[in-house]
T-cell receptor, first 111, second 114 residues
């Protein structure tokens, strides 16, 4: 099946700093989503982005499908951004929205 | 809308016991999923359903069963609980609109098998 690798595995920032999280995938995809899992365990969908660029406030994401990677940018980080960020994909040809998750990037934002 | 709800929030089982994890969504989504999340790992798909009466195995189905008799409910059954099933279980549902797919997650059930 499709492989998903995220980097870095851990990231520590001071409040106000910017960061870039990376997701590499092993095959072409028709579905790519970024999720944030807060310290209480709740998973929230951030972006659906199988290709192109999207922005939502301080967060933006870019997927370069031909090169099989996606980037999540967090600008002016806040302590509430702490948690684990997951990239999840479904390979091309799939139609059931079944996602394969990476292991995540644990982000800690210190005040 | 309550979204995706799961019960119980936390449960301790003894080895060999059985239990059902409940999942309900009120968004009329056709697609529903069960994942497990082990410490430091991403989520792994256990079972999924594309509609009432239709279920299929995911990546790690052994030791689990599901049913989908209604659009709203997707319970996960553990038979003969084993320590390897200690995990956090998430139920999710999804829909597609205008080509955008969004998956919504419940709050999770933390299960400890001793």
């Amino acid at each position: 099946g499709i492989q998903v690798e995220q980097s870095p595995p851990d990231l520590i920032l001071q409040e106000g700093a910017n960061s870039t999280l990376r997701c590499n995938f092993s095959d072409s995809v028709n579905n790519l989503q970024w999720f944030h899992q807060n310290p209480w365990g709740q998973l929230i969908n951030l972006f659906y982005i199988p290709s192109g660029t999207k922005q939502n406030g301080r967060l933006s994401a870019t997927t370069v499908a031909t090169e099989r990677y996606s980037l999540l940018y967090i600008s002016s980080s806040q302590t509430t951004d702490s948690g684990v960020y997951f990239c999840a994909v479904e390979g091309s040809g799939g139609s059931n929205y079944k996602l394969t998750f990476g292991k995540g990037t644990l982000l800690t934002v210190n005040p | 809308n309550a979204g995706v709800t799961q019960t119980p929030k936390f449960r301790i089982l003894k080895i060999g016991q059985s239990m059902t994890l409940q999942c309900t969504q009120d968004m009329n989504h056709n697609y529903m999923y069960w994942y497990r999340q082990d410490p430091g790992m991403g989520l792994k798909l256990i079972y999924y359903s594309v509609g009432a009466g239709i279920t299929d195995k995911g990546e790690v189905p052994n030791g689990y069963n599901v049913s989908r008799s209604t659009t709203e409910d997707f319970p996960l059954r553990l038979e003969l609980a084993a320590p390897s099933q200690t995990s956090v279980y998430f139920c999710a549902s999804s829909y597609s609109t205008s080509g955008v797919v969004t998956q919504y997650f419940g709050p999770g059930t933390r299960l400890l098998v001793l």
